[in-house]
């Protein structure tokens, strides 16, 4: 699942890590997991949570003392309603095919 279409417009690393935690939306991910996902220098990346979380994107959680999960704010979650009404990349290709 991809973060809703009104944030894919920031920089292409904020829109990975985004991306990545609206697919783990409900278990979040440690940094390490999104470094995984998102294959950025830890710089890049720090810079990238600093700024999402500046801007109230992102939720940062520590659920045990040994463990900070990173979570996407609910206003990124794109709802199940709307991704039914968004055509994919197959439904926009036979759209424009002369059949």
């Known amino acids: 699942m991809k973060a809703k279409r009104e944030y894919r417009d920031r920089d ?3 829109v990975s890590v985004l991306d990545a935690l609206v697919d783990r939306q409900h278990d979040g991910m440690t940094v390490f997991e999104l470094r995984s996902h998102v294959e950025v220098e ?23 003392a ?15 309603e709307d ?17």
Not at 83 to 97: G, K
């Open 12 to 14: 292409e690393i904020d």
């Open 42 to 64: 830890i710089d890049a990346l720090e810079d990238a949570l600093a700024g999402l979380k500046e801007d109230d994107l992102i939720v940062v959680e520590q659920p045990s």
């Open 66 to 80: 040994s463990r900070t999960v990173i979570k996407p704010a609910e206003e990124v979650v794109p709802d199940p």
């Open 83 to 99: 991704l039914a009404d968004d055509p994919s990349l197959v439904d926009e290709i036979r759209r424009r095919l002369p059949f």
